[in-house]
């Protein structure tokens, strides 16, 4: 008896450890069996488009996720690199490109270069005008670091009249529109030595290209001393100063700018008008 109560125990035993066995291996092939709200969770691989080639300008590009530069930095194309245009700069100087590595996203426009589709050939017979274009924006002018600029300023020599000028101009952009510019620095004549101080608004027509007019009102007070006779009392005038200029951004920033404007000083019983012919360092960070 307590043989046949030995035998059934171990074959009980036997059977209880084989159940085991398939119940885990049940449960291991469930849990390796995708589920359905698990299917496709990996992304699929990015279509490629078909659109024309370009290659980078820059010394480096980001690659925005989308066309503004409040959109985050998903990629970054080294000069010469190739990308697939999606978008031909259709918002506010951006390009939609695909990287070689598939990623989607927006780029300036400026910093990249049209080539034939789907070829990375350049365009047929371009004409002199355009060739001069090219070469002139791959080898001397930079990105529109306007777009990006939240302080600059310009050192500016030049003729005030028949006066010698020269001025220190800081600014500080609020957009890439429009920036507040002041202005300090002396002028000398053969007569007359002058203390100039102001401050203007700049409002930059194309900040999107490296190249843009600009136009430019202001106002402050000049201080006017006598140099032949010394007896003559130095003397305060208000300053109103119309004008604009050109804008030129070189590579690494660094920029030339050219200023034209008028300069009227005034006080309660007279006034003169002067004329200011500039050029510049400019800069900005």
């Known amino acids: 008896m307590n043989r046949t ?3 059934l125990a171990r074959a009980a035993s036997g ?3 084989a159940a085991l066995t398939w119940a885990l291996a049940g449960a291991d092939a469930i849990a390796a069996k995708p589920r359905g709200r698990d299917r496709g969770a990996e992304l699929p691989a990015a279509k490629p488009f078909s659109g024309p080639i370009a290659r980078v300008l820059s010394e480096s590009a980001q690659v925005y996720s989308g066309a503004g530069f409040s959109y985050r ?3 970054v194309v080294e000069r010469d690199d190739t990308v697939r245009m999606i978008e031909r700069g259709k918002r506010g100087g951006w390009t939609r490109v695909q990287l070689e590595s598939g ?3 927006w780029i300036l426009s400026e910093q990249i270069l049209l080539l034939s589709p789907g070829t990375g050939e350049s365009e047929a017979k371009p004409g002199p005008l355009r060739r001069f274009g090219r070469k002139l924006r791959e080898r001397v002018l930079g990105p529109p670091n306007l777009l990006t600029a939240r302080v600059g300023g310009t050192l500016s020599a030049g003729a005030l009249g028949h006066e010698g000028l020269f001025l220190v ?3 500080v952009f609020l957009s890439p529109n429009a920036a507040f510019e002041a202005y300090l620095g002396p002028s000398a004549g053969r007569e007359t030595s002058r203390g100039i101080f102001g401050l203007s ?3 930059y027509l194309s900040p999107s290209i490296p190249f843009t007019l600009f136009v430019s009102v202001g106002g402050g007070a000049v201080l006017t001393r006598g140099k032949v006779d010394a007896l003559t009392q130095a003397r305060w005038s208000y300053l109103l100063s119309p004008g604009g200029g050109l804008w030129l951004i070189l590579k690494r920033g660094i920029g030339l700018r050219f200023d034209f404007r008028n300069h009227v000083l ?3 019983n007279d006034a003169t008008s002067m004329q200011e ?3 510049a360092l400019a800069f900005t960070f």
Do not use: E, K
Request: aromatic content about 12%.
């Open 5 to 7: 109560r030995w035998v």
């Open 15 to 17: 059977l209880g450890a």
């Open 73 to 75: 930095v998903i990629a």
């Open 103 to 105: 990623i989607v996203g």
């Open 169 to 171: 101009r800081p600014q």
């Open 201 to 203: 608004t700049n409002l």
């Open 266 to 268: 005034f006080r309660a």
């Open 277 to 279: 012919y500039s050029g």
